[in-house]
């Protein structure tokens, strides 16, 4: 069997089960991949350079490791840890001590001060490895879906009794497909998807929850949510986030939170006619996972949902796939400046040893700012981030002395206050199971 006809298949196979099937076969390759990072890949010296240089993983691939390292085949957060001690100690450590004990005035610091950021070394979004896999996974199954659909009756057939596809690959086949009457098909069908979205009731359950987000922003992290049980740590167990910021801003970054709600709202009441709501794959997950705890909060989401279904119903023609900002991630963007903004005081008193998280030292120096501040924040980084290591290190040095089958209750906090740490609190929280004596429960 060639791998065209392989790839094709298992398209065909995701097609039996929920969601998109380019969302569904992209992350069974993606499954396959990622554990090996966390697996052999920690000893593979030119990967863990770059690991290294890319800061380790972005908050939602760094939650996918957690998930199948909770799984049968891997038995601990052994290998991610010993990730993060390599990216701190590696990359982190030697550039703050560099940045803050750097000795003696450079001729052009003026200019170099204008031009480049003191702290670019914390800017590498883009540079997460398993993002890159993923849109090699992506790409291949979106070029095999096209070409199936435009030259197998059998394949079509299959998929028009299956789930279609999400809207951002629907936008994206749609684009390859050369032939006019393949282009009417797909459409139709994609049609259909979004009118009974748009009278389903999303407020009336998880499940319907998931068809919406699973259709309007892709299901390829809806997927993980089911498996989350697996790294799961009890909000009894989590101790305070290690992060000021992170502790402050709480429930209004963390939660489906009125102000938030109010935001998403207004897209719809003061921006143009044709504007749907747009939301990152990253933030639908979360979303999701929102659903069962804000329930007031998902009434007030559903209208928006089915609103969004019904401003892309009359665009499926158009040719021109216009791809928004995530509107949660600007808000939560804005969020994070203004409560960095409350801290400056207390970062510019050396003796109050502030607690940084990652995530808001880069909301801390993407805003104007001077050599001070930028020490400031390399102080709070500093202070943070050595005991950290000092915590991971103490359980890798633990398991390469004698083989340990269980984390300890002060390990796996460790563990996932480095998750907190990484992508903040608000990342974190999805791996928070509650705790048996909560009463909610």
Known sequence: MSLDVFQQASLLDCMHQPGC?????TWKMDTAQFGWYVNDGVLDEETQRRVIRALGFCPPHALSLAIIEGSDFLWSHLGSCMVYVNVIEHALLPNLERFLFRSGQWFLQPFRLKVFSPLRHLFHH????LCFDHRQHEATYREQFAEAFSTNADFRQAYLQADSLCVPHFQQVRAILSEQSMVHLLEHVEAHALELCQQAQTSDGRNQLWQCLALLYG????????????????????????????????????QLSAPLLDRLEEVFQFEEEHRALSVCSWHAWWLLHQGPLQPAGVSRLAPLLQRTCGVLLPHLESTKCECRPCDICAWTGEQEIMQVGKLQHKLRDSEQRVPLCLRHARAALRQPSDEATAHNVAYALMYTVAPLARRLEAYIYKCTERFQDQMQPHELVA????????GGSSTAQLLLAPSPSDPSV
Do not use: H, K, M, V
Not at 21 to 25: K, M
Not at 126 to 129: P, T
Not at 415 to 422: G, R, V
């Open 415 to 422: 563990w996932f206050d480095a998750i907190q740490w990484f």
């Open 21 to 25: 099937p380019i969302c569904r076969a």
């Open 219 to 254: 299901a390829d992290t809806l997927f993980w949510s089911d498996f989350t049980p697996r790294a799961a740590i009890s909000t009894s167990d989590a101790g305070p986030a290690p992060c000021l910021a992170c502790q402050e801003s709480g429930y209004e970054t963390s």
């Open 126 to 129: 883009n540079l997460c490895l």
